[in-house]
């Protein structure tokens, strides 16, 4: 075996100093044919020697952990490449002969062996050893035209050619395989950092996944060509609008006696004053922008404290963008008023154009919806919103966007 591989490595060495550019398009292809069937024959032979050494114990008989520690040290390989030479070996050791020879002939290559071999294993368990070797033949015939992607998706229908009366049977008893790993492994983990931000981490189920994507991902795309924000971004977005909308609806179960709702603590001076910050009832600060625009949402409760400390206002009714008034906004608006946006109502809030703190008081007047993007745009951004002669709202561009700053409408939302 010595002699031949020196052999083999000296006529590959002479190969190597041939010059392919001299060759014609047809004798590259056949040179690659044949450089490909030769890898192939010597993985086989490559794999048939590691198995043995492994199964002699030479690894640890040389003072290595491991036979995969032993092989990277011996030819130099990541250690996650020696443990995937000795996984591979041991694949090939357990294969059916067909699916040896089939590598022997370099008819397959050793990705595909394992492909093959996992599902032949799969076939014997489900439909017994007759079976198992009528797959051989399917998916080394397979194996010619395919590769071990798409031979791994083919071998999951594997038993309608071998099989067929237990096709069904095995079909219907991976799906519920499938469900109940899926139940098992279905999990939430929600991290809290030290700046109060989340980290959510976890795997859901498949139903709750097609819900989750049913919900976000009409809102994760993207709002015109100038969204800046990235994918994950819009996503983030998107989860944090499904919960605004949730919180509004007022379905969700009661929390300690109270309906669900976000409750922020502000001084009223600091409020009015943009001075300051809030504090969530988690013990969380935000800063005075993002109050004062959690302020106009309706699906959140501001606790406004004079200097004493006393309540001022906790969610009074005319102050909140609710009822009949939310009512007459939606009709008029019919859902995000700012350019170009064509979220609907349900994903809006009500926005105060001149802020309740600063004076404005709660109408139809000195109202706006916005979606939640939208809605922290205007805050934190250099737009401005006021009603025009006809009653519906108008967007004022910075003077850095469009020097004119010609007001500019919402043309999504069809009105008659």
């Given at each position: ?16 100093d041939t010059a392919a550019w001299a060759a014609s398009e047809h004798d590259l292809v056949a040179a690659l044919d044949a450089a490909h069937r030769l ?118 229908r594997i038993l309608d050619h071998v099989a067929p009366e237990a096709a069904d049977a095995a079909a219907e008893a991976a799906v519920r395989a499938q ?142 963008i609710s009822g009949p008034l939310r009512r007459a906004l939606v009709l008029r608006d019919r859902g995000c008023a700012f350019p170009g946006c064509d ?74």
């Amino acid at each position: 075996m010595i002699d031949a591989l020196e052999q083999a490595e000296a006529a590959v060495a002479a190969c190597f100093d041939t010059a392919a550019w001299a060759a014609s398009e047809h004798d590259l292809v056949a040179a690659l044919d044949a450089a490909h069937r030769l890898e192939q024959r010597l993985a086989a032979v490559k794999l048939g020697l590691v198995r043995e050494l492994d199964g002699r114990g030479t690894a640890t008989a040389q003072g290595a952990s491991s036979t995969a520690v032993w092989l990277r040290d011996r030819l130099r390989l990541g250690v996650g490449a020696a443990r995937r030479l000795v996984e591979l070996a041991a694949t090939l050791d357990a294969a059916p002969p067909g699916v040896q020879d089939a590598l022997a002939a370099a008819t397959v290559d050793v990705e595909q062996v394992r492909v093959i071999a996992e599902t032949v294993e799969t076939v014997h368990a489900s439909a017994g050893a007759e079976a198992a070797d009528k797959a051989v033949g399917v998916l080394v015939g397979w194996a010619a035209q395919f590769d071990a992607g798409l031979l791994r998706k083919l071998g999951t229908r594997i038993l309608d050619h071998v099989a067929p009366e237990a096709a069904d049977a095995a079909a219907e008893a991976a799906v519920r395989a499938q469900e109940s790993r899926a139940a098992r492994d279905r999990h939430l983990t929600i991290s809290e950092q030290t700046d109060g931000r989340l980290r959510l981490t976890g795997i859901l189920d498949t139903e709750a996944a097609a819900a989750l994507r049913a919900a976000i991902d009409p809102l994760s795309a993207p709002l015109g060509p100038d969204d800046p924000r990235t994918a994950g971004q819009r996503r983030h977005d998107a989860l944090a609008d499904v919960c605004r909308l949730a919180l509004r609806t007022g379905d969700l179960p009661e929390n300690g006696g109270d309906p669900t709702q976000v409750v922020i603590t502000t001084g009223y001076d600091e409020l009015t004053r943009q001075l300051g910050s809030g504090a969530l009832d988690t013990g969380l600060q935000l800063t005075p922008e993002a109050v004062r625009r959690l302020a106009c949402d309706a699906a959140i409760l501001p606790a406004v404290l004079g200097g004493a400390g006393q309540p001022l206002d906790v969610g009074r009714q005319r102050r909140l963008i609710s009822g009949p008034l939310r009512r007459a906004l939606v009709l008029r608006d019919r859902g995000c008023a700012f350019p170009g946006c064509d979220r609907p109502p349900r994903w809006c809030d009500g926005h105060h154009i001149r802020h309740w703190a600063d004076g404005g008081d709660t109408s139809l007047d000195n109202s706006v919806l916005l979606c939640g993007y939208h809605h922290r745009h205007l805050h934190h951004g250099d737009w401005s919103v006021r009603l025009g002669g006809d009653g519906h709202p108008e967007f004022i561009p910075p003077a850095w966007l469009d020097p004119t700053q010609l007001p500019r409408r919402n043309h999504y939302h069809r009105r008659r």
